[in-house]
């Protein structure tokens, strides 16, 4: 069964067994994309893909690995980094004109088609 951080997310949020321990929903996020990071080390649809939420405490940003078909020539180089702006309109594809939309690196809008967890950044930054 692949994990799903966002029915993960809406269990939570539904059920205060699981509250217990979790100040903010900001680490209730962290930890649905930590548990997706063990389950979900394969190219998965971006429909299915963890999004940045707003918050009382502002934004927390979710950044995920994305497949871009269209910005280069070859597969290699279609991945990108990517994140989604819950309050920006899109300007592009499918999302023309609709609230929330992917961004990838360089800040440009992108219409990614699967997603993977990023990995961890080292641990020993020196």
Same mark, same amino acid.
């Given at each position: 069964?692949?994990?799903?951080?966002?029915?993960?997310?809406? $269990? %939570? =949020?539904?059920? $205060?067994?699981?509250?217990?321990?979790?100040?903010?929903?900001? +680490?209730?996020?962290?930890?649905?994309? @930590? @548990?997706?990071?063990? $389950?979900?080390?394969?190219?998965?649809?971006?429909? *299915?893909?963890?999004?940045? =939420?707003?918050?009382?405490?502002?934004?927390? #940003?979710?950044?995920? =690995?994305?497949?871009?078909? #269209? $910005? +280069?020539?070859?597969?290699?180089?279609?991945? /990108? +980094?990517?994140?989604?702006?819950?309050? *920006?309109?899109?300007?592009?594809?499918?999302?023309?004109?609709?609230?929330? *939309?992917? %961004?990838?690196?360089? /800040?440009?809008?992108?219409?990614? *088609?699967?997603?993977?967890?990023?990995? @961890?950044?080292?641990?020993?930054?020196?």
């Amino acid at each position: 069964m692949t994990f799903d951080p966002n029915k993960f997310c809406m $269990d %939570f =949020l539904l059920n $205060d067994e699981l509250q217990e321990g979790y100040g903010h929903v900001e +680490s209730v996020v962290l930890k649905a994309y @930590q @548990q997706g990071l063990k $389950d979900a080390h394969q190219w998965m649809p971006i429909e *299915t893909a963890p999004k940045s =939420l707003v918050t009382d405490g502002g934004m927390r #940003g979710i950044y995920l =690995l994305g497949y871009v078909p #269209g $910005d +280069s020539l070859d597969a290699q180089g279609c991945m /990108s +980094s990517i994140w989604y702006e819950p309050l *920006t309109r899109g300007t592009i594809g499918k999302r023309r004109g609709l609230m929330g *939309t992917w %961004f990838g690196e360089g /800040s440009f809008e992108v219409e990614p *088609t699967h997603w993977m967890p990023l990995p @961890q950044p080292p641990k020993d930054t020196k």
